[in-house]
């Protein structure tokens, strides 16, 4: 068990609420392993805390906003997972990962907005052009609305 998750758990038996104090003394790398934890655990709620706390110390953080938006999928928080993916994308900026595009693509599909999705396969291939999970999505939604990928030419 992680320090951050010892701690949160010796708070949380004394029926302390966790604080942004006791989440402020571990950098973003220690509180994404310690959401990890509490989410193998199905200690959504710890982490989804946990998370908000990250958030709010470390609105900037890639880790944070990677860990918040996977632990939002779980809870099938369609809005706050396309959020934070959206704000991770414009933070990671020129150094965007392709898996960051493919889980806002499967989010805006969730969420049921499949022209936002598509648009979202559009500039993840834009810099990704040979990702086969993007692809891979793009001729779903494709498919979806009827149409074939092979013939639609893309700019």
Do not use: C
């Amino acid at each position: 068990m992680s320090h951050l998750v010892e701690t949160l758990m010796q708070e949380a038996s004394v029926g302390r609420m966790l604080s942004n104090s006791t989440v402020a003394r571990f950098v973003p790398a220690e509180i994404r392993e310690a959401v990890q934890e509490l989410v193998g655990d199905e200690r959504l709620d710890l982490a989804d805390a946990l998370v908000e706390a990250g958030l709010a110390l470390h609105p900037e953080s890639d880790d944070i906003l990677a860990i918040g938006s996977l632990v939002a999928i779980v809870r099938q928080d369609w809005a706050q997972s396309i959020a934070l993916l959206a704000k991770l994308i414009d933070v990671q900026g020129v150094n965007v990962q392709p898996f960051s595009y493919v889980m806002l693509v499967r989010s805006l599909r969730s969420n049921l907005d499949p022209a936002a999705a598509l648009a979202a396969t559009i500039v993840g291939l834009n810099h990704y052009p040979d990702h086969a999970e993007l692809m891979a999505e793009q001729i779903a939604l494709f498919e979806m609305a009827g149409m074939s990928h092979e013939a639609v030419a893309i700019d």
